[in-house]
């Protein structure tokens, strides 16, 4: 288990030089490790047959833009050369974790064209939350596809899965076998739009008083996804918004919540919050279905390191934005996102990205960079941010990722 960076008191820069030491040992594992697994075959054996994806635009590789046609550049610009979907420049966690799985990208649920679900699918689209969007809740930009739908659409898959090897209908070779759903990886990266929508509204107190649903919500999915077959599920939990450049520049806060690396405390101390109540009901989960590997996997802590110590890790820059308008500290303006044009104060103003996104922790001042996704990805295979410990390296050959 990964230690937690919450702290500004002298046992929370202790834990830092912990992180760096488990830092040293990903860059071990690269080196060393990583490139003896590269000699391995194609062929190379892996317990999962597939990964099934629930979450929010962290992890969505086109869902949203799929539903809704309209994305343009520079997203995608580090890797896919283009837009693809995805809320990065390049691509997200769930991409690495494909690959090191040796899977191709997971195709969207809602794409209807180059669509292959041999090895699993992601329900994931852009500002999904975990509870359902209405309007005493949230306030409006939230996504139809909620956790709930989600797992409908999940549910769908498994009967048209079904459907299809049950007849004399030729089996679409994009399609996985029956027996999938037993053996894939479930994974969520989800509730931050659920933290984050309302936060201007009513406040850090008045999120608090919902979240225990949102906790209560993930564990019941994981529960029906059991009675469907899943039998290892990865959570992951919050990032620290508080050092997010578009929540730093939005939300209210006094210069005296700033802590030194410029993230605002309150905001990341109710994150912790979120993530323990979460870590509590997984256990609790965990003791429900004795079958199941029910994960809950820290990259709280990661962010929070690459946010905090950026140099550390190859980057350069934490809490300012590649993509967006402005320059500043933050390099974020609400008024203008990343790729979007806007007349402010008489004079176009373009939200363009950065010539060197491979040097920022935050792609848009919400989204992570490919260059941060690739580091977090390393570190959660790396096993140290696992609870409870999961053998990863043992169920799977792993290969590196590029």
């Known amino acids: 288990m990964g230690p937690s960076f919450s702290s500004e008191t002298s046992a929370g820069f202790r834990r830092i030089k912990a992180v760096l030491v488990i830092y040293k040992a990903v860059v071990v594992a690269v080196v060393v490790v990583l490139p003896m697994l590269a000699s391995l075959s194609e062929s190379s054996k892996c317990e999962f047959s597939a990964i099934f994806n629930f979450g929010d635009s962290n992890s969505d590789t086109g869902g949203f833009w799929a539903a809704f046609p309209a994305q343009s550049g520079p997203f995608g610009m580090t890797y896919f050369k283009k837009p693809a979907g995805r809320a990065s420049d390049g691509r997200l966690i769930i991409d690495f974790l494909a690959q ?6 997971l195709s969207p649920y809602l794409q209807s064209i180059g669509s292959d679900f041999r090895h699993g699918a992601n329900f994931a689209t852009l500002a999904s939350t975990v509870l359902l969007p209405n309007t005493s809740l949230f306030v409006t930009g939230i996504s139809p596809f909620s956790l709930a739908i989600q797992l409908n659409q999940m549910k769908e898959f498994k009967v048209r899965v079904n459907e299809f090897s049950s007849t004399d209908a030729p089996v679409s070779v994009h399609l996985p076998s029956p027996d999938v759903f037993g053996k894939s990886l479930y994974t969520f990266y989800i509730g931050q739009n659920d933290f984050t929508s309302n936060l201007a509204a009513i406040g850090i107190e ?89 994960v809950y996997v820290d990259i709280h802590s990661v962010m929070l390191e690459l946010f905090r110590h950026p140099t550390l890790h190859g980057l350069m820059y934490g809490t300012k934005a590649c993509c967006g308008y402005g320059g500043g500290a933050y390099n974020f303006n609400p008024k203008v996102y990343c790729g979007n044009s806007k007349e402010i104060n008489g004079s176009i103003a373009t939200a363009s990205a950065c010539d060197d996104p491979q040097n920022y922790v935050s792609w848009d001042g919400i989204h992570a960079t490919e260059a941060a996704n690739k580091l977090v990805t390393l570190a959660i295979l790396n096993g140290s941010y696992f609870e409870p410990p999961f053998p990863i390296y043992e169920i799977c050959d792993l290969q590196p990722i590029g």
């Open 206 to 294: 008045g999120v608090k008083q919902y979240l225990p649903q949102v906790t209560s919500q993930i564990a019941g999915t994981i529960q029906e996804l059991y009675g469907l077959g899943g039998r290892t599920f990865f959570v992951l939990n919050l990032a620290p918004i508080g050092c997010y450049p578009a929540f730093i520049a939005e939300l209210p806060h006094n210069s005296s919540d700033l802590d030194m690396y410029g993230c605002m405390v309150s905001y990341n101390n109710a994150v912790s919050d979120y993530n323990n109540m979460l870590r509590d009901t997984l256990r609790q989960t965990r003791k429900a279905l004795p079958n199941a590997s029910v």
């Open 100 to 105: 090191a799985l040796r899977f191709p990208f």
